[in-house]
């Protein structure tokens, strides 16, 4: 580790509560398809269709609040297609491939909704961010980092929200309302704040593990046959040398969504299309 990625990391950890003190979740998944074997890669892509096997708009609705969003109801032939812990990770300081991402989104003349981790905005162009802004793509809070918020008290989530809004002020005053639970873990402290700052939690019905499975084509696959009008899809960020299989199930996912002849939105588009929308 370089001098400079030392410091940065020395700095980052004593913003973070002591008794708070967690692996990042990218530190657990493999960072490059050669990492686990073809046994194993078998392996959770079968746990992955066994666990998800009654399909995620049954699960999710057993496991959170009713106010939690892993759907949207409509009738308009439209998905939203949202993307995790944008834009690129502090240990990864020559990764970003935001303009690689905007532009395969331009070409299928789609947009998104990108969760913002906090942290994860050091390496990345501010031009690149508000280009992607201009398209019709939005920003929405997924954390300062990449782990679990369930243990913190109301005031210690509460000034991470807020740390997170004010990181993405610096690049649009128009912040969506949206925010995901980073590791889909949602407690009542969380949702109690959420509550008092005017926030909705979204999950998603369309999602294949795809951190835990580098194997782009299969990830394209299991969203597409799931996929249907007012599903929330989800693919998380890809980087140079991290999660970069990403890149790919992303176009294909793209692609196949074209050819059912589904038009592709933020959230917030497609919300503004439900069926009960005055």
């Not at 979740?25 to 746990?47: A, H, M």
């Not at 942290?119 to 782990?147: I, P």
Request: proline residues 3%; hydrophobic residues 35%.
């Amino acid at each position: 580790m370089n001098r400079k990625i030392f410091i940065l990391f020395l700095c980052v950890s004593l913003l973070i509560p002591k008794n708070h003190k967690q692996t990042l979740g990218r530190n657990k998944d493999p960072k490059k398809v050669s990492d686990i074997s073809n046994i194993d890669l078998s392996f959770r892509k079968t746990f992955w269709e066994f666990i998800t096997g009654p399909g995620l708009r049954f699960i999710t609705d057993l496991v959170y609040p009713e106010s939690t969003i892993s759907y949207i109801d409509t009738q308009e032939g439209a998905v939203a297609f949202t993307i995790d812990d944008g834009f690129c990770g502090i240990d990864n300081p020559d990764g970003s491939m935001l303009e690689d991402v905007r532009k395969l989104f331009k070409k299928y003349n789609a947009n998104a909704t990108f969760f913002i981790t906090g942290s994860h905005c050091n390496h990345t162009n501010k031009e690149d961010v508000l280009n992607l802004l201009n398209d019709g793509h939005e920003l929405a809070n997924h954390g300062m980092y990449d782990w679990a918020y369930n243990k913190y008290s109301e005031e210690e989530f509460g000034n991470d929200l807020f740390e997170v809004n004010s990181i993405l002020s610096n690049y649009t005053s128009d912040i969506s309302n949206w925010y995901r639970a980073p590791h889909a873990k949602l407690s009542k402290t969380m949702q109690k704040v959420l509550d008092e700052n005017g926030l909705t939690h979204v999950v998603c019905d369309a999602f294949a593990g795809d951190t835990a499975i580098p194997d782009s084509k299969w990830i394209a696959r299991y969203i597409l046959h799931r996929v249907q009008s007012g599903s929330i899809i989800l693919i998380h960020m890809p980087e140079k040398g991290v999660r970069e299989w990403l890149y790919e199930a992303m176009e294909l996912t793209l692609k196949g969504l074209k050819e059912l002849d589904l038009e592709i939105l933020t959230v917030t588009e497609l919300y503004e299309r439900r069926n009960d929308y005055k």
